[in-house]
Nanobody, 124 residues
Framework: QVQLVESGGGLVQAGGSRRLSCAASGRTFSSNAMGWFRQAPGKEREFVGTVSWGGGSTYYADYADSVKGRFTISRDNAKNTVYLQMNSLKPEDTAVYYC??????????????WGQGTQVTVSS
């Protein structure tokens, strides 16, 4: 049974930083794309970023314009964990953040596996 468990959410002041973690279990995802999405109150879930496998030890990331330059996705395959480092946080980054995993090496289509989400609240 595959599980994705996010952690690291909480309350942070605007301009601050936060790192979210997503621990996967039930299978390894070292050759699969993984990503982060978020959903703010009253809004639809939106793409934050993904990290895809390019073969061998090559991974490449893609980000939404709204977080580019502020957020960074990384992964530790030994721990089967993906991270979302969020810097220069803004109140509009307030949302429930979801980790997701694809069955493909590249982030194509809709992820198959989802975590339960972790709340990030940025105060002004």
């Amino acid at each position: 049974q595959v599980q994705l468990v996010e952690s690291g959410g909480g309350l942070v002041q605007a301009g601050g930083s936060r790192r979210l973690s997503c621990a996967a279990s039930g299978r390894t995802f070292s050759s699969n794309a993984m990503g982060w999405f978020r959903q703010a109150p009253g809004k639809e879930r939106e793409f934050v970023g993904t990290v895809s496998w390019g073969g061998g030890s090559t991974y490449y990331a893609d980000y939404a314009d709204s977080v580019k330059g502020r957020f960074t996705i990384s992964r530790d395959n030994a721990k089967n964990t993906v991270y979302l480092q969020m810097n220069s946080l803004k109140p509009e980054d307030t949302a429930v953040y979801y980790c997701a995993a694809y069955l493909t090496a590249q982030a194509i289509g809709v992820p198959v596996y989802w975590g339960q989400g972790t709340q990030v609240t940025v105060s002004s």
